[in-house]
């Protein structure tokens, strides 16, 4: 199977999923009568749109074929996001968002544990008090409430 398929067939999903839940988020009681849909509304038919013109489009004769041992560290860099995804409410965002870092760093080559660390801790902790005590954005805090810190 051909690149531009395999990747219409993954685009096609996850847009397919956005889409879906980009729609199933209630309408707001009051305030911006776009409401906070639109966004992933839009952006999954998008998605959906870009899946359908790689799958139909008409194949060139020296498409490549994919090679799988190049494939299989998106394929895990994506289960790793779902994870980072799933794991958001129960790790919280800080301690997600350092693991994903870190491993997402190594997955992509980085070879050195303690050049990362600094960064994905300076950017988890950063951005989580960014968003919670200066914007007043709550982010899920997760485990941190049990060491009393969140």
Do not use: Q
């Amino acid at each position: 199977m051909h690149a531009d398929r395999i990747w219409g067939v993954v685009i096609l999903v996850l847009g397919g999923a956005y889409l879906l839940e980009g729609i199933r988020i209630p309408p707001p009681a009051i305030g911006d009568p776009l409401g906070p849909r639109v966004f992933p509304t839009v952006l999954g038919g998008v998605m959906l749109v870009c899946a359908v013109g790689l799958l139909f489009r008409p194949r060139r004769r020296e498409a490549p074929v994919i090679e799988w041992k190049l494939f299989a560290p998106v394929v895990l860099l994506a289960g790793l996001l779902v994870a980072y995804a799933f794991s958001l409410a129960w790790l919280g965002y800080p301690l997600a968002t350092f693991l994903f870092m870190v491993l997402a760093a190594r997955m992509m080559g980085e070879r050195s544990l303690v050049g990362s660390l600094p960064i994905a801790l300076g950017f988890a902790v950063g951005v989580y008090l960014l968003f919670t005590k200066f914007l007043l954005i709550p982010l899920p805090a997760g485990a941190l409430t049990l060491l009393g810190l969140g």
